[in-house]
């Protein structure tokens, strides 16, 4: 592989650069992932491709060559699948709630794996909530799979499922700027096929970019803006959901956009503690579900299998929540 003709074509920025094609952009992220790139030329990779922008075709090699590499984990022989959550950004102004959806979706017999970063970079983590909630990071692929099979939810670290692309996160704290791997994460599939995965944007144009690449590469998820980049429903307005199987796409939930007419009890500030507690009186029915997080679970309980429509998904959660509506 030509390095520098390859940077030559990627690096002449917005207006003149050339896009990869799918197999020429697996190649080369095969090829990053696996330590093969010197660092000058990793780095000039990595801001070529943040000033042109990756297109559809780059990230579908991208993602490929990230698939191909991860360990692959056994579903459960249960009728649901697993549904799988990347934890990425964490939380700085609000809560960090993606571990009470996982926890959610366990107490409804869905087996859960989360995986994300140790590092809080100034946000409160998911790992550092699981931790404060009595639930250890898991030290290896293995012992993640077991506590799938044995507890139904597992916390898995990049740097255990893909140490590759934990290495290529890492390039922001040398470079100063995000990279294709922060998106790339987002996107995984440690299941290879057979499980729903909660995939979040940042920004209205990512939404776009990740529905073209999901639907590409065949897979089944559920996709939202997050919540400070988490893959949970803000707690005050529901942003809309789709869920993409099969090469579609179809919106289960609109975005809500009108007034609130009532503020749901939330935690008083964000830090891992005060979360937890508040996700304990929430668990144990002392304090209600906000109805877009409710809304969300019942959507992942129709995509991965655990409800036959979502309806039924919808009176699942209901019941739980005693009587809740999610209309």
């Known amino acids: 592989m030509d390095l520098a003709l390859l940077i030559r074509e990627i690096g002449r920025g917005a207006t003149g650069a050339r896009d990869l094609s799918g197999n020429e952009a697996r190649q080369l992220y095969g090829a990053m992932l696996d330590g093969m790139v010197p660092d000058l030329e990793l780095g000039a990779i990595a801001i070529a491709l943040r000033m042109k922008t990756e297109s559809v075709d780059e990230m579908v090699g991208f993602l490929t060559a990230a698939n191909e590499r991860l360990p692959k984990l ?3 022989g249960i009728r649901a699948q697993p549904v799988v959550i990347p934890s990425y950004n964490g939380a700085r102004r609000g809560a960090n709630l993606t571990p009470l959806l996982a926890l959610l979706l366990r107490r409804h017999g869905v087996p859960v794996l989360v995986h994300g970063l140790s590092q809080d970079y100034g946000r409160v983590t998911s790992e550092q909530v699981f931790c404060e909630y009595g639930l250890a990071p898991c030290d290896s692929v293995h012992e993640a799979q077991q506590r799938i099979d044995e507890n139904g939810l597992a916390y898995l670290p990049l740097s255990q499922l893909s140490p590759g692309l934990a290495c290529q996160l890492a390039l922001r704290d040398r470079l100063g ?21 909660l995939a979040a944007a ?6 776009d970019s990740m529905r073209a690449v999901l639907r590409l590469v065949g897979a089944n998820a559920l996709l939202l803006r997050g919540t400070e980049g988490e893959p949970f429903a803000n707690p005050k307005r529901r942003p809309a959901i789709e869920h993409v ?24 500030n ?4 005060t979360t937890v507690i508040w996700m304990r009186r929430v668990l144990v029915g002392e304090l209600p579900l906000p109805l877009p997080l409710a809304n969300q679970l019942a959507c992942c309980l129709y995509a991965c299998g655990r409800a036959t429509d979502l309806n039924q998904a919808k009176a699942l959660v209901a019941v739980e929540g005693k009587g809740l509506s999610l209309a």
Do not use: W
């Open 245 to 268: 199987h099969a090469g579609v796409s179809d919106t289960l939930f609109e975005a809500e956009h009108d007034s609130l007419r009532n503020l749901p009890q939330l935690p008083a």
């Open 177 to 197: 700027l995000r990279n294709s791997a922060h998106s790339l994460v987002k996107m995984l599939d440690p299941f290879h096929g057979d499980a729903l995965l």
């Open 202 to 207: 940042t920004h209205p144009d990512y939404i």
């Open 74 to 76: 056994q579903r459960p």
């Open 270 to 273: 964000c830090d891992a503690r």
